[in-house]
């Protein structure tokens, strides 16, 4: 009679676990769906890269696309534009500058917040970092324009009240790396410090202790405890940023300069300029393929930095 409680057991441990996998598989369902319906089903059209999509008749999706002509590389001719070497240059230029200074803020904000003891005042400081990050940079254009508008900008007008040169900002290159990465920041950097701050929750706080007990500043607690810690998190955001290093973000680069054409040198990117060709020659032929180039650069530089990673620090790697 033992035996067979005894053996009964495993079954209903067995079932049991399989009942609360089940739970939290479907707590994954939503997301596998989304990635699923919105990443994944999309790739076949990949193949618009290298035909000639045309309207046929019937006109529907899968008949225009089997109809259409394979022109092969032919849709990649946009990379022999005499703007090729600039949008590469501002697309690759401002990701690196991004990156890095992104990384050194984020996790100097995150280990600032983590260090306030009023409650009240570490979730006002989150919430007013936070906030810039669901704004949409149509309506964050309009902030920057209130700004630096040359006939009622605060900007502008300071310089007319000092008897000073006005500046048009929307014609002069010289000062938009400078505002397109404050922009950048003033967005995106409270979404990347609420990560790191949550990963620095995370450390066991008896390591603070003790190295308070070893009589190490706040400044030694923070290098040899609060970044060690946050070394995995820090790793594998930098290898997926290092993945979007070809991809611009459009509504900025688009939307804030006000699509100034005196700008072009300093804020044309490649999804700038895909989508200005796309709108004078109805070419999704080329935007495809613009796309699919940058989908396999990322693609490359996201292996590039995990081999790197994982032949310096094996745990740290996504793979």
Excluded at 123 to 150: E, I, R
Excluded at 236 to 259: C, E, H, R, S, T
Excluded at 282 to 290: K, P, Q, R, T
């Amino acid at each position: 009679m033992k035996q067979t409680e005894t053996a009964r057991k495993p079954v209903k441990s067995r079932a049991a676990g399989r009942r609360r996998n089940l739970w939290l598989d479907t707590m994954v369902l939503p997301g596998a769906i989304w990635l699923l319906l919105i990443r994944y089903l999309p790739m076949f059209g990949i193949v618009l890269a290298f035909k000639n999509y045309k309207a046929q008749r019937p006109n529907t999706f899968w008949n225009n696309i089997l109809k259409s002509k394979w022109v092969g590389l032919d849709n990649f001719q946009f990379l022999k534009s005499p703007d090729t070497a600039i949008m590469i240059r501002n697309t690759l230029g401002y990701n690196i500058l991004w990156i890095i200074l992104g990384l050194i803020i984020s996790v100097a904000f995150a280990v600032m917040m983590s260090e306030l003891t009023n409650r009240l005042m570490a979730k006002t400081y989150q919430t007013m970092m936070f906030f810039p990050y669901f704004l949409s940079w149509v309506v964050a254009s309009y902030f920057v324009l209130a700004f630096l508008d040359p006939t009622s900008g605060m900007i502008p007008a300071m310089q007319k009240a000092s008897g000073g040169a006005v500046t048009n900002f929307y014609h002069e290159t010289r000062w938009w790396p400078l505002i397109l990465t404050l922009c950048n920041l003033w967005k995106n950097i409270g979404y990347s410090s609420v990560l790191y701050l949550a990963a620095i929750t995370g450390i066991d706080t008896t390591q603070y202790e003790a190295a308070a007990v070893d009589g190490a500043t706040k400044w030694q607690q923070v290098w040899h405890v609060t970044l060690p810690n946050i070394r995995t998190m820090i790793v594998i955001l930098l290898i997926m940023n290092v993945g979007k290093i070809f991809n611009a973000d459009f509504g900025l680069f688009y939307n804030v300069p006000q699509n100034s054409g005196s700008l072009y040198p300093v804020t044309q990117v490649v999804d700038t300029y895909v989508y200005r060709a796309y709108a004078n020659t109805h070419n999704i032929g080329m935007s495809s393929a613009a796309g699919f180039l940058q989908s396999a650069v990322g693609l490359i530089c996201i292996v590039a930095a995990n081999t790197v990673v994982r032949k310096i620090d094996s745990e740290s790697s996504l793979f």
